[in-house]
C-alpha cells in the first residue's frame, strides 16, 4: 500500500495517511512495523477519511485519540486547510464533521500520531483475557497481536456484512448523569459501565439484553443473537421495517431503565 508515509520522530511516529487508504488495512500495516495506538480499532470497515466524522471507536479506543490532524478542502472555495483535533470538535462518535462542517468540506488527509513505546490498552471486553491465554502472546503483547485478537473477537460476535446485513453498531451507548448511573448500579450491581466524570457511558447492547431483546425477530429485521447492539436485515424489509424494530427496542429499553436510545447510524428521511 502507498498512499501513506511514516515520519519517524524522537519517541513517536507521524502517520500521513491519504483519505482513500482502507482503514482495516492502515490498522493492520501499522501494527505489523510494531507501531500502537490503533491496532484496537481493527476490522472497522470503511476508508480513513471517513473516519473522523464518526470518530471511530471500539474497545475502548477512538480515532481522537491518536489523530493529530486533519487536511479537508473547503467544497466552496477549493481552499485546503489543516485542523487540528480542538478543532475537530471530537465527542462520542461526534465531530465537527457531522456538525458544522456536514456538507461543506472533503477530508484529504489524515496525520496520526503513533509510537514504538509499547502502549497496549486492554480494559475494556475481554482483550486482556484472550491475550493472556493465547499461545501466541507474549507478556506484553505486540500491536499486531492486539489487533489480531480484536478481528477475533469481532469475527465471533458480529455478523460479517456481506452474509447477513448489518450497518455495525445500531444504538450509541447512553451517556447518563453519574448520579443517574449510581442509582441504577444499586439495582443493578453488574451493569457495565465506563469511567464517570461528570457523566458515566453505559452499555446499549446489556440494556437491550436485559430487556429480553437478544435474537429477536421482528419481520425482516431483529437483533443479532451474538450482539444485542446490533440490528441484522434478513433481506425484503423497508425503512419504515427498520425504524418500526429500531422504536421497539427503545421502547423497551426506555421502560425499564428509563433513558433512550439513539441511533449511531445516519438516518436519512427517517421516518
Ligand atoms: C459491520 C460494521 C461494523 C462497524 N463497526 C464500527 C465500530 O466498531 N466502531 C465505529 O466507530 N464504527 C463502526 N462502524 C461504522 C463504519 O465502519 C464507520 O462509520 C466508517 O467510518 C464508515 O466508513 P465508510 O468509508 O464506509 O464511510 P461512509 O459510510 O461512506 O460515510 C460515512 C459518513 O462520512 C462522510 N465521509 C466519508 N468520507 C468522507 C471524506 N473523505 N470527507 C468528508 N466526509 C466523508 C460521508 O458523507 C458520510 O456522512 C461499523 C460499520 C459496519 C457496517
Not at 476490522?43 to 471511530?56: D, F, R, Y
Not at 502502549?119 to 506484553?140: C, E, F, M, V
Not at 442509582?183 to 459501565?193: D, F, G, S, T, V
Request: with cysteine.
Amino acid at each position: 500500500m502507498q498512499q501513506y508515509w511514516l515520519n519517524q520522530r524522537q519517541g513517536h511516529v507521524l502517520a500521513y495517511v491519504g483519505a482513500g487508504v482502507n482503514w482495516h488495512t492502515l490498522v493492520m500495516e501499522t501494527a505489523a512495523r510494531g507501531l500502537w495506538g490503533i491496532e484496537n480499532l481493527a476490522l472497522i470497515p470503511g476508508s480513513c477519511g471517513a473516519a473522523p466524522v464518526q470518530n471511530i471507536g471500539a474497545y475502548g479506543v477512538e480515532l481522537a485519540d491518536t489523530l493529530q490532524a486533519v487536511q479537508v478542502m473547503e467544497l466552496a472555495t477549493g481552499q485546503v486547510k489543516w485542523l487540528d483535533t480542538q478543532q475537530c470538535a471530537f465527542g462520542y462518535r461526534e465531530s465537527i464533521f457531522k456538525g458544522a462542517l456536514a456538507g461543506r468540506v472533503v477530508i484529504t488527509q489524515l496525520v496520526l500520531r503513533l509510537s514504538r513505546t509499547p502502549a497496549p490498552r486492554l480494559g475494556y471486553g475481554d482483550l486482556a483475557i484472550r491475550l493472556a491465554g493465547s499461545s501466541t502472546s507474549t507478556p506484553s503483547p505486540t500491536p499486531l497481536a492486539v489487533a489480531e485478537t480484536v478481528c477475533a473477537i469481532r469475527r465471533e460476535k458480529l455478523p460479517d456484512p456481506h452474509k447477513l446485513a448489518n450497518a455495525g453498531s445500531f444504538f450509541k451507548n447512553p451517556l447518563v448523569p453519574d448520579a443517574q448511573a449510581a442509582q441504577l448500579l444499586q439495582q443493578y450491581p453488574a451493569m457495565p459501565h465506563f469511567p464517570p466524570g461528570g457523566q458515566t457511558k453505559l452499555a446499549a447492547g446489556w440494556l437491550i439484553d436485559q430487556c429480553g431483546l437478544k435474537g429477536m425477530r421482528d419481520g425482516a429485521f431483529g437483533v443479532h443473537q451474538h450482539q444485542a447492539l446490533v440490528l441484522v436485515h434478513f433481506g425484503g424489509g423497508n425503512r419504515q421495517g427498520l425504524m418500526k424494530t429500531a422504536d421497539y427496542i427503545a421502547d423497551q429499553v426506555e421502560t425499564r431503565f428509563g433513558m433512550r436510545l439513539e441511533p449511531e447510524p445516519r438516518l436519512i428521511n427517517p421516518h
